[in-house]
T-cell receptor, first 118, second 113 residues
Framework: AQTVTQSQPEMSVQEAETVTLSCTYD???????LFWYKQPPSRQMILVIR??????QNATENRFSVNFQKAAKSFSLKISDSQLGDAAMYFC???????????????FGKGTKLSVKP | NAGVTQTPKFRVLKTGQSMTLLCAQD?????MYWYRQDPGMGLRLIHY???????AKGEVPDGYNVSRLKKQNFLLGLESAAPSQTSVYFC????????????FGQGTRLTVV
């Protein structure tokens, strides 16, 4: 079974600075998808970025980018030019390609709470 | 755009009471899910459905039942609520195509006293 580990329960960053959130995962599959979700105090789950395992190029969405190291099974999220609105809980998630059964479900890490200091 | 809508948003139950959480999506998604979120535990899958009339157990199914009579609705039932079921519950839905994201409802905060 796949597992997702976020080793940083809490992180803090100064406004306008850069912060990196860590995520590692365990799987025996060669193809899969990885996601970062943001959960602000409103509780809404918002997709930040996704990465296809078969793509070597790291995904980028504006100020958000990932460092995907497939061999190391690492998927970190970098937030550049941090803003007050980035303060939230961030979840790393894994999704198998196999949609025939439970393998297609999202598997979440425990989350990292990010604080942004003005 | 309604997306995924959960009803109710908040609820307080007494131990032993029953209730049903309703999830409705208007995106014609095949797949629907129920997760629970507890502090320090992330989101854990309770039950899921890959299509109308089908359901399956997730990681933490005990004490819950589900039904998917209509494609757009996914119901989560608690037959006899326990304090351990105090949590925030999220419904999500997605297309079956690989790599598609899951869209989440706004969550239901349930307290069992």
């Amino acid at each position: 079974a796949q597992t997702v580990t976020q080793s940083q329960p809490e992180m803090s960053v100064q406004e306008a600075e850069t912060v990196t959130l860590s995520c590692t995962y365990d799987t025996s599959e060669s193809d899969y998808y990885l996601f970062w979700y943001k959960q602000p105090p409103s509780r809404q789950m918002i997709l930040v970025i996704r990465q296809e395992a078969y793509k070597q190029q790291n995904a980028t969405e504006n100020r958000f980018s990932v460092n995907f190291q497939k061999a190391a099974k690492s998927f970190s999220l970098k937030i550049s030019d941090s803003q007050l609105g980035d303060a939230a809980m961030y979840f790393c998630a894994y999704r198998s390609l196999n949609y025939g059964g439970s393998q297609g479900n999202l598997i979440f890490g425990k989350g990292t709470k990010l604080s942004v200091k003005p | 755009n309604a997306g995924v809508t959960q009803t109710p948003k908040f609820r307080v139950l007494k131990t032993g009471q029953s209730m049903t959480l309703l999830c409705a999506q208007d995106m014609n998604h095949e797949y629907m899910y129920w997760y629970r979120q507890d502090p320090g535990m992330g989101l854990r899958l309770i039950h899921y459905s890959v299509g109308e009339g089908t359901t399956a157990k997730g990681e933490v199914p005990d004490g819950y039942n589900v039904s998917r009579l209509k494609k757009q609705n996914f119901l989560l039932g608690l037959e006899s609520a326990a304090p351990s079921q105090t949590s925030v519950y999220f419904c999500a839905s997605s297309y079956p195509q690989e790599g598609t994201e899951a869209f989440f409802g706004q969550g239901t905060r349930l307290t069992v006293v």
